[in-house]
């Protein structure tokens, strides 16, 4: 196991050593992008962003085109993404985003949500995924496993059904929007499933149906409840690891020392 701050990963405008920035930073790691209906996402990671963004936190958009493709994205970024800089652009233009954005990699798509088997929603074959999605990945069997010995059950009880799905999933990513929360040491917190924060539909499509008098919602299951639980239980789970927490799997943590 290594620090995700370690690893080698280039800036959207190509720049080097993109991941080690964050040393020492709490991270909200999340996989973006434009033609995908969980876009809305992003202005509410710039809430966050806004509420604990510093020193001590950061978003960080880390584009991918796995899922998805033209048609639902409006308007010039209706053909989605070509690369890193096009994710940063979209999010500048549409939610005025102000975190930082990498190049344009492949994640570990769950097949089985894909719009077809082995192919993203352009018809591409899906690539190798980046060394930075082969350690969370890793880190998310290794974060399954200590909650198993340390007895850590999922709590079950949340009004919302994607936060009753647990915290410690996301090895095989089912969508856009994945989360991953990461002490400051460079290691898997949590992980909030793709729809988690969603509160209405990509602001472009938005715009396009009210223009056309067609009624929209924030999606299947979802409600101001619902985000406003979601929201409280994401923010409480950063200040944890901003007030100095770290995930159960980091070994600096002394439950790994029992």
Not at 34 to 61: R, S, T
Not at 87 to 97: A, F, L, M
Not at 111 to 132: C, F, R, T
Request: proline share 2%.
């Amino acid at each position: 196991m290594k620090s995700l701050y370690d690893i080698e990963l280039k800036a959207a405008d190509g720049s080097s050593d993109f991941m080690s920035q964050f040393k020492g930073k709490v991270t909200l790691i999340v996989n973006t992008t434009v033609g995908c209906g969980n876009a809305n996402q992003l202005e509410v990671l710039q809430w966050l962003q806004d509420k604990y963004g510093g020193d001590k936190f950061q978003v960080v958009g880390i584009p991918t085109n796995d899922y998805c493709g033209p048609g639902i994205t409006k308007g010039k970024w209706s053909q989605g993404i070509t690369c890193g800089m096009d994710s940063q652009k979209y999010g500048e233009d549409i939610y005025n985003t102000t975190f930082k954005y990498s190049e344009m990699v492949s994640s570990n798509p769950n097949d089985l949500v894909s719009e077809s088997i082995g192919k993203n929603g352009l018809g591409q074959e899906h690539g190798e995924p980046h060394d930075l999605y082969k350690e969370i990945q890793n880190q998310i069997y290794i974060l399954q496993d200590k909650n198993i010995a340390l007895g850590i059950k999922h709590k079950e009880d949340y009004y919302s059904y994607w936060l009753n799905k647990g915290f410690d999933g996301g090895a095989f990513m089912g969508g856009n929007y994945e989360k991953y929360l990461v002490d400051s040491d460079g290691f898997v917190s949590k992980h909030y499933q793709c729809t988690v924060l969603n509160y209405g539909v990509e602001k472009t499509l938005a715009e396009s149906l009210s223009a056309e008098g067609k009624s929209f919602d924030a999606g299947p299951g979802r409600s101001k409840k619902i985000f406003e639980e979601e929201w409280d239980v994401v923010c409480s789970h950063i200040e944890e690891l901003i007030d100095g927490k770290k995930s159960i799997i980091n070994k600096s943590n002394e439950l790994l020392l029992v």
